[in-house]
């Protein structure tokens, strides 16, 4: 199952922030949140990810809270073409060859950028 | 640059069918994986694999046989094809390393009738 909790759909107006949360309660030291997003019936994007500091990149923002429970994602002008489904995943970072890397995505966020 | 290529893009299969939906990235990177999209379930893993020579299942692996001969390529079988195998099937590849991304193909369209 997927460790973390995301609203099924959310509503924003265009030119407004975005505000996607995700909670996270489980979440241990060494996992790492992340974000993606899907645009219709296309592959996954990557958007960011963080561990515990928030993080900001040409795309969104990530804000984490300082017990790690939760986080939201942030589109600071949202547009059209951010109408999509947000997944937020946890994972630990990476370790070479580290056969329990399952990647589970649950059923994201449906984001409706409103004209 | 290809990324990550599925093929094909739409199959219609009838039931008891086999065949192989193909995965290739040229990226050179370690960890494939594949996973199935149903309307309302969001992505849910099938299988996984580090490494050539190594995989492992992930939450919804029956009815699927995997194999990692090569680095590049990552097939995912169906050997006797059900109408709940019908899906979009996403393959994805990244890098064995920390904080690494996943980058995704495009997707293969599946009917089984």
């Known amino acids: 199952d997927a460790k973390t909790t995301q609203p099924p759909s959310m509503d924003c107006a265009e030119g407004r922030a975005a505000n996607l949360p995700c909670n996270h309660s489980t979440i241990s030291g060494n996992e790492y949140v992340y974000w993606y997003r899907q645009i219709h019936s296309q592959g996954p994007q990557y958007i960011i990810h963080g561990l515990k500091n928030n993080e900001t990149n040409e795309m969104a923002s990530l804000i984490i809270t300082e017990d790690r429970k939760s986080s939201t994602l942030i589109l600071p002008h949202a547009t059209l073409r951010d109408t999509a489904v947000y997944y937020c995943?946890?994972?630990?970072?990476?370790?070479?060859?580290?056969?329990?890397?399952?990647?589970?995505f649950g059923k994201g966020t449906r984001l409706h950028i409103l004209p | 640059n290809a990324g990550v290529t599925q093929t094909p893009k739409f199959q219609v299969l009838k039931t008891g069918q086999s065949m192989t939906l193909q995965c290739a990235q040229d990226m050179n990177h370690e960890y494939m994986s594949w996973y199935r999209q149903d309307p309302g379930m969001g992505l849910r893993l099938i299988h996984y694999?580090?490494?050539?020579?190594?995989?492992d299942q992930g939450e919804v692996p029956n009815g699927y046989n995997v194999s990692r001969s090569t680095t590049e390529d990552f097939p995912l079988r169906l050997l006797s094809a059900a109408p709940s195998q019908t899906s979009v099937y996403f393959c994805?590849?990244?890098?064995?390393?920390?904080?690494?991304?996943?980058?995704f193909g495009s997707g293969t369209q599946l009917s089984v009738l």
């Open positions: 994805a590849s990244k890098i064995v390393a920390t904080n690494e991304k996943l980058f």
């Open positions: 694999s580090v490494g050539a020579g190594i995989t």
């Open positions: 995943i946890v994972r630990v970072g990476g370790s070479l060859k580290n056969r329990d890397d399952k990647i589970i």
